[in-house]
Nanobody, 122 residues
């Protein structure tokens, strides 16, 4: 099986920073795009940032200039550096990846992490 494990969430004051990590493990052949989503209480899950296997990135408007997504392909890991955090960034953050698995027989899977809570509050 393939899984994504997130870490790095927690409580931070407004204006502070956090760095989220998400590591993929299992019988991975390759990983395509990876991304971070978030879901605040009472709201729909939204895409925060994504990065392709080649390193191209895109961000939702509300985090541009404050968040940075990056990946380490050798470690099958994606990161989200979050700076200048605001109370409205409070949410459960989920990692997502398109992963090709297998050895002789390849399959494409869309995999989600379990989520990590980020709370921005004074």
């Amino acid at each position: 099986q393939v899984q994504l494990v997130e870490s790095g969430g927690g409580l931070v004051q407004p204006g502070g920073s956090l760095r989220l990590s998400c590591a993929a493990s299992g019988r991975i052949f390759s990983i395509n795009a990876m991304g971070w989503y978030r879901q605040a209480p009472g709201k729909q899950r939204e895409l925060v940032a994504a990065i392709t296997s080649g390193g191209s990135t895109n961000y939702t408007d509300s985090v541009k200039g404050r968040f940075a997504i990056s990946r380490d392909n050798a470690k099958n890991t994606v990161y989200l550096q979050m700076n200048s955090l605001k109370p409205e960034d409070t949410a459960v953050y989920y990692c997502n990846a398109g992963i090709v698995v297998g050895i002789a027989y390849l399959r494409y899977l869309e995999v989600w992490g379990q989520g990590t809570l980020v709370t921005v509050s004074s």
